[in-house]
């Protein structure tokens, strides 16, 4: 089921990605090519990039391609290291927490308004609910990275090293360089 749910995450992501570059190439080429444009794409592509950064910040939080910076923390014991790395979760539970009341608040709004989007006939609070659900997926991502740390099974969040890749792709490129010579 948890390969699923991925494969369906990774699927939207890329769904999305390619109809928001899609839009945008057939858009570029109307208004330069033909001299007319598609008045409702600017918006669309505003949301399609909206829904992505969503989808993709709880997806990042998955697979750890988030950049942190945790270099006092290596400094600590493992224990401390857990203990820390439990209050940093339950601060990121409690700050999605807050959006995701801000989120309910402002969709509801939007709703008892009934507010549509300006180009597309679609309800605002239908649109923008990507908000609400985007925060219900970062909760989750964050009860499951939770939930592992505390088990033993995580030491804290899994973030992307920059100086470790980096020097792994310079070390790689200077073993390219020095098989060039030979």
């Not at 995701?100 to 308004?113: C, E």
Request: one cysteine or more; proline letters at 2%.
């Amino acid at each position: 089921m948890n390969t699923f749910i991925n494969k369906l995450e990774e699927g939207i992501i890329s769904l999305l990605l390619a109809s928001m570059t899609l839009l945008v190439f057939v858009e570029v080429v109307f208004r330069f090519g033909f001299n007319v444009g598609i008045h409702w794409a600017q918006e669309l592509t505003l949301l399609l990039s909206g829904w992505m950064v969503m989808f993709g910040v709880s997806y990042g939080i998955k697979v750890g391609s988030h950049i942190g910076v945790d270099a006092l923390v290596k400094l600590f014991p493992g224990n401390v290291r857990r203990v820390v790395s439990i209050v940093a979760v339950v601060l990121c539970l409690i700050y999605c927490g807050l959006f995701l009341v801000g989120s309910w608040a402002y969709l509801g709004k939007l709703k008892s308004i009934g507010i549509h989007l300006e180009d597309i006939p679609v309800p605002k609070w239908m649109a923008n609910s990507i908000l609400f659900v985007g925060l219900v997926m970062m909760v989750v991502r964050l009860l499951d990275l939770l939930w592992a740390i505390v088990q033993g099974r995580a030491e804290g969040f899994k973030l992307l090293d920059e100086a470790k890749e980096s020097m792994y792709l310079a070390q790689k490129e200077g073993t390219a360089l020095d098989g060039d010579d030979e």
